[in-house]
């Protein structure tokens, strides 16, 4: 038995390829750092069969539920979860931005601004968050990062919406469903704690005490190992480098970030040697949307606004040869009589 369907084939691609032994990633065709840093996001999606237009406005509707989700204080996926159920196939992709924006706006007690027609995906998202239009080098920097993580196989969350989408089901529902799996800890979850290890860290003299007592008391080191590479995250290097363009090699924060990175590797290899346990994207992640001006409870939806890309062309793709994804449990429960 395979748990948690580990080296189970379940479907034929053609949108990314992961080889974790090699440490390779090829979305529509590209090696990853060969269309990461290059690429307009348009262009990453249009390759994978999206159309990167779309309406970026949102119902009425779907502004109340954002209003009510904020008066509870929700987290920001779950008002991504809740608004996306209200949006119509066409504007999935154009309007996950602006729920996401809208939100942050509305709880922070801010009024949402209204997207822009005349600015590219990256660039409208980071205006709608901030009332000022990006400079050329952060717009860059968001779109390496969308274009990075816009597809990555059978991912849990790809592998919910080509469930939901198996069984002849709605686009929209698809959708909804891969949010409540990337919603989950131990899949979208851990570049704001990869963030908060630096900053706990504070100065690079103190990284090697700091990580050896994680280790020691059994803790996970958030933002190296993988489950599917066994080598280092290619996507790890594309984004090292977008942060240090971003940054700038002589920047406090950057400088602290490689010194731990440095110091996690060696005592990873010292402390469980032969686990290549390698920096991944999440690391990188984490200091590269801090440097855009992006708090935190941020992290994780402005991952879906990428990864929802790769999630329509999943269930495009799913439907064009569909059978309804349907696998077998093993049952180890009691078998009883029921006394008449």
Known sequence: MNQGLEGVVAAETALSMVDGERGELIIAGYPVQELAPNATFEETVSLLGVSPGGDRTLPPIAQEVLRAAAARNDDPMDALRQAAGLLVPDQLFAAFPTIVAAYWRILHSKEPIAPRIDLRHAANYLYMLRGEVPSPEHARALETYLNTVVDHGLNASTFTARVITSTGSDLVSAIVGAVGALKGPLHGGAPGPALDMVFEIGDASRAEAVLRKKIEAGERLMGFGHRVYKVRDPRADVLA????????????????????????????????????????????????????????????????????????????????????????????????????
Request: glycine share 6%; hydrophobic share 40%; aromatic share 10%.
């Open 241 to 340: 480098a977008a942060a240090e363009r971003l940054y700038g090699e002589r920047n406090p924060l950057y400088e602290l970030a490689k010194a731990v990175e440095r110091t996690a590797i060696r005592l990873l290899e010292e402390y469980k040697p032969g686990r290549q346990l390698q920096t991944n994207v999440e690391f990188y992640t984490a200091l590269l949307l801090h440097g855009l001006g992006l708090e935190t409870p941020l992290f994780t939806p402005t991952f879906a606004i990428s990864r929802v890309a790769g999630w329509i062309a999943h269930c495009l793709e799913q439907r064009r040869s569909n059978r309804i994804i349907r696998p077998q449990s093993v049952y180890v429960g009691p078998r009883r009589h029921w006394a008449a």
